[in-house]
């Protein structure tokens, strides 16, 4: 899937599965297991997945299908994509807001993705047998408070996902990815069956399935939107560039609609595995960021085999981590590459400081040097409210209406029933959708988030 440069031939996916495997490696990683159960915490749960439903079928799964699109009919990185497909318009700018909003994400995901580091460390050295919720919890806290121990593990994170891009070895993982994924969904059902059978997890399941309309507000909306949008690695560009790398026989729209269930499916179970535990070992649902770290290993020192358990886990969350990371740090360095016309190991390297550099201070904010803010709020908080929730249906609004009014609808006919080879009976309900019902929601969502519009 790599490519060495712009000049040489491209490299493809070698088969639909690859295609799949790969955007999956990208859309499944902390952002189900992670970031899902913490936002939907915070915003009352089971109104929240609702809504979060909703957007992901009606808007995440269109933009996904026109993202792959562009790629794979422009066979060029998102900045390029755009000057190849309308020359001399201004869309390519699309392309460098991916480019703004990879270096954000990547800067906190890879601080999150450090402390999967040091739990699969506290995994293997048998740290969550026979401690209590409180004790489980003040690991947490006492790891962060060291300050440089998170640093060091978010940068040899940037350094591990940098290495694989340097060597373009991508393909190399996509091989394991497809034995290590089905792995971790095996890994969730069981958590998700411990933790149903846990005291009290009724709650949790009610918490998570009865929605309760009155704990939603603007800001719950627009952070559905957000978060269906981070899930799905949309709305920045990594699904153009790996939509690139996609042969022009292949069919998008399955391997679109399989990612999205899939992806959807792992953090609903994530979810039933989280909240039960949530209540039974009495946590609140509302911690924020370090809720699955304060709740998993209390699921691992309850359960039969919980040390080999926990072990596993933490060994598979870790590899869903990098691929998504590599999917982001792709999205530069394949611009850097083909538009700059650097080679890969500079622009990894070159990408990966920049990176390196936000994702220090970013980590540093969270729990050790609160002056690390702006307006009240943590760097680390700014770069995950701000990219998920702003940047990236912003993208995905642009996107759409890029492809639904300015590609060309017998051109973007022709791509994705590649030539005429697939049935595309859906075909108009795919247009409905980009043209109308996804930017339209979007702009509603987004103005209503930010206080401008009223029901
Ligand atoms: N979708 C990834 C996850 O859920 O962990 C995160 C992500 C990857 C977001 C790639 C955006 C992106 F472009």
């Given at each position: 899937?790599?490519?060495?440069?712009?000049?040489?031939?491209?490299?493809?996916?070698?088969?639909?599965?690859?295609?799949?495997?790969?955007?999956?490696?990208?859309?499944?990683?902390?952002?189900?297991?992670?970031?899902?159960?913490?936002?939907?915490?915070?915003?009352?749960?089971?109104?929240?997945?609702?809504?979060?439903?909703?957007?992901?079928?009606?808007?995440?799964?269109?933009?996904?299908?026109?993202?792959?699109?562009?790629?794979?009919?422009?066979?060029?990185?998102?900045f390029g994509a755009f000057r190849i497909l309308r020359p001399g318009e201004k869309w390519f700018l699309i392309g460098?807001?991916?480019?703004?909003?990879?270096?954000?994400?990547?800067?906190?995901?890879?601080?999150?993705?450090?402390?999967?580091?040091?739990?699969?460390?506290?995994?293997?050295?048998?740290?969550?047998?026979?401690?209590?919720?409180?004790?489980?919890?003040?690991?947490?806290?006492?790891?962060?408070?060291?300050?440089?121990?998170?640093?060091?593990?978010?940068?040899?994170?940037?350094?591990?996902?940098?290495?694989?891009?340097?060597?373009?070895?991508?393909?190399?993982?996509?091989?394991?990815?497809?034995?290590?994924?089905?792995?971790?969904?095996?890994?969730?059902?069981?958590?998700?069956?411990?933790?149903?059978?846990?005291?009290?997890?009724?709650?949790?399941?009610?918490?998570?399935?009865?929605?309760?309309?009155?704990?939603?507000?603007?800001?719950?909306?627009?952070?559905?939107?957000?978060?269906?949008?981070?899930?799905?690695?949309?709305?920045?560009?990594?699904?153009?560039?790996?939509?690139?790398?996609?042969?022009?026989?292949?069919?998008?729209?399955?391997?679109?609609?399989?990612?999205?269930?899939?992806?959807?499916?792992?953090?609903?179970?994530?979810?039933?595995?989280?909240?039960?535990?949530?209540?039974?070992?009495?946590?609140?649902?509302?911690?924020?960021?370090?809720?699955?770290?304060?709740?998993?290993?209390?699921?691992?020192?309850?359960?039969?085999?919980?040390?080999?358990?926990?072990?596993?886990?933490?060994?598979?969350?870790?590899?869903?981590?990098?691929?998504?990371?590599?999917?982001?740090?792709?999205?530069?360095?394949?611009?850097?590459?083909?538009?700059?016309?650097?080679?890969?190991?500079?622009?990894?390297?070159?990408?990966?400081l920049g990176i390196a550099f936000l994702a220090v201070f970013c980590s540093l904010s969270l729990y050790n040097v609160?002056?690390?803010?702006?307006?009240?709020?943590?760097?680390?908080?700014?770069?995950?409210?701000?990219?998920?929730?702003?940047?990236?249906?912003?993208?995905?609004?642009?996107?759409?209406?890029?492809?639904?009014?300015?590609?060309?609808?017998?051109?973007?006919?022709?791509?994705?029933?590649?030539?005429?080879?697939?049935?595309?009976?859906?075909?108009?309900?795919?247009?409905?959708?980009?043209?109308?019902?996804?930017?339209?929601?979007?702009?509603?969502?987004?103005?209503?988030?930010?206080?401008?519009?009223?029901?």
């Amino acid at each position: 899937m790599s490519n060495t440069s712009g000049n040489k031939q491209r490299e493809s996916f070698g088969s639909k599965f690859g295609i799949i495997a790969a955007t999956a490696g990208s859309a499944i990683g902390l952002g189900n297991i992670w970031r899902f159960p913490y936002v939907a915490g915070e915003n009352g749960g089971g109104a929240f997945l609702l809504i979060y439903l909703g957007f992901v079928l009606l808007i995440g799964l269109p933009v996904m299908l026109s993202e792959l699109t562009i790629g794979k009919a422009a066979q060029r990185n998102p900045f390029g994509a755009f000057r190849i497909l309308r020359p001399g318009e201004k869309w390519f700018l699309i392309g460098l807001m991916g480019i703004v909003a990879a270096f954000m994400i990547n800067a906190f995901y890879t601080v999150v993705a450090g402390w999967t580091l040091e739990y699969l460390l506290k995994a293997l050295t048998n740290q969550f047998s026979n401690k209590s919720a409180t004790e489980i919890s003040e690991l947490f806290s006492s790891f962060q408070q060291t300050g440089w121990r998170p640093v060091v593990w978010t940068l040899i994170f940037i350094v591990l996902t940098a290495t694989i891009v340097i060597a373009g070895i991508e393909k190399g993982i996509e091989k394991y990815t497809k034995i290590l994924m089905p792995l971790l969904f095996v890994m969730i059902i069981i958590l998700c069956i411990r933790a149903v059978t846990l005291p009290n997890s009724l709650e949790g399941l009610k918490f998570l399935f009865k929605p309760d309309f009155s704990k939603i507000s603007n800001k719950a909306i627009l952070e559905a939107l957000g978060q269906a949008f981070f899930s799905l690695s949309v709305g920045m560009g990594t699904l153009i560039t790996y939509g690139s790398y996609i042969k022009k026989k292949e069919n998008v729209s399955s391997s679109a609609t399989s990612v999205v269930i899939t992806d959807t499916l792992i953090a609903v179970l994530a979810g039933v595995a989280i909240f039960p535990a949530v209540f039974s070992f009495g946590i609140s649902p509302a911690s924020g960021p370090d809720l699955v770290f304060q709740t998993l290993p209390n699921i691992f020192s309850q359960m039969n085999g919980g040390y080999i358990f926990g072990l596993m886990f933490f060994f598979l969350l870790i590899v869903a981590a990098l691929t998504s990371t590599i999917s982001i740090l792709e999205v530069v360095v394949v611009y850097l590459v083909e538009e700059l016309k650097m080679n890969r190991k500079k622009a990894t390297i070159l990408a990966s400081l920049g990176i390196a550099f936000l994702a220090v201070f970013c980590s540093l904010s969270l729990y050790n040097v609160p002056e690390i803010a702006i307006g009240g709020k943590s760097l680390f908080g700014i770069l995950d409210y701000t990219s998920s929730n702003i940047l990236l249906p912003l993208g995905g609004f642009l996107i759409v209406l890029f492809v639904a009014w300015f590609m060309g609808v017998g051109k973007l006919k022709d791509e994705i029933s590649a030539g005429g080879k697939y049935n595309v009976s859906l075909f108009g309900l795919y247009l409905f959708l980009i043209r109308f019902v996804a930017p339209l929601a979007i702009a509603a969502v987004f103005l209503y988030g930010i206080g401008l519009l009223k029901f």
